[in-house]
């Protein structure tokens, strides 16, 4: 039993790492050739984590072949684009200002109850609203709405905010993140002083996001006393 948890471990580790290696898409983002490779590599590392008597490389090398494809296959693709369209495809228009492109649709052998169900996802319930819709290689639908049915811009209104950035977390646990004081356009002296001013140490703080307006939240440990200051 201790075998297979160490197995299981070495499994988990090595799974962890080939998947970061291939990249960072979501499940829903994957390309076909991705998507193949990511349930291959489940099957494959299931059989040496059951099979204790299997030699743990003869899970690992299939999995390692796997990955090498992977990141070939990707490769050609940035610098071929025609291996990149045999592999993904290409993006097709399904609407054009407002017309249903019901051959493109049985091409993809896409139905209209899923065309619609898509749009309701992106709030649009219309389709003579849509200017444009296009199926990605991924599957997802992007949609263009017509100008008179576009919501305005701040640009639109002349009237355009300030960039405040990202809020970002900057103080975690106690812990303080130099990468996200810098993202911010914070340092460490800013932040002393701030935390200073609220009357708490670092190690007390559960919580602090800022941005690069110097707005900050700060949630205390255990107390959870949330506060919103503005520092000049």
């Not at 962890?16 to 983002?29: D, N, P, S, T, V």
């Not at 997802?140 to 576009?150: H, Q």
């Not at 800022?210 to 503005?230: C, M």
Request: aromatic share 6%.
């Amino acid at each position: 039993m201790i075998i297979t948890a160490i197995r299981t471990v070495i499994i988990y580790i090595f799974i962890i790492a080939a998947i970061r290696i291939m990249g960072k898409r979501q499940l829903g983002e994957l390309q076909p050739a991705e998507l193949v490779v990511t349930l291959l590599i489940s099957d494959l590392a299931a059989v040496p984590m059951q099979e204790s008597g299997m030699p743990l490389l003869d899970g690992v090398i299939p999995i390692l072949v796997l990955v090498a494809m992977e990141l070939l296959f990707s490769g050609l693709m940035l610098k071929v684009p025609f291996f990149y369209r045999l592999i993904s495809g290409r993006p097709m228009v399904v609407i054009d200002n407002g017309k249903l492109d019901q051959q493109a649709l049985k091409r993809m052998r896409v139905t209209i109850g899923d065309l619609v169900e898509s749009l309701r996802e992106q709030n649009v319930f219309d389709i003579e609203q849509i200017q444009y819709a296009i199926a990605e290689t991924n599957g997802k639908i992007s949609v263009l709405l017509k100008p008179e049915y576009r919501q305005p811009s701040c640009g639109d209104l002349n009237a355009v905010p300030p960039d405040t950035g990202v809020s970002m977390i900057v103080v975690d646990d106690g812990r303080v993140s130099e990468w996200a004081l810098s993202l911010c356009g914070l340092d460490r002296q800013w932040l002393e002083k701030t935390l200073k001013s609220q009357h708490c140490r670092i190690e007390d703080v559960f919580l602090m996001m800022a941005d690069r307006s110097k707005k900050y939240t700060l949630i205390r440990k255990e107390q959870f006393q949330k506060a919103r200051r503005s520092a000049g």
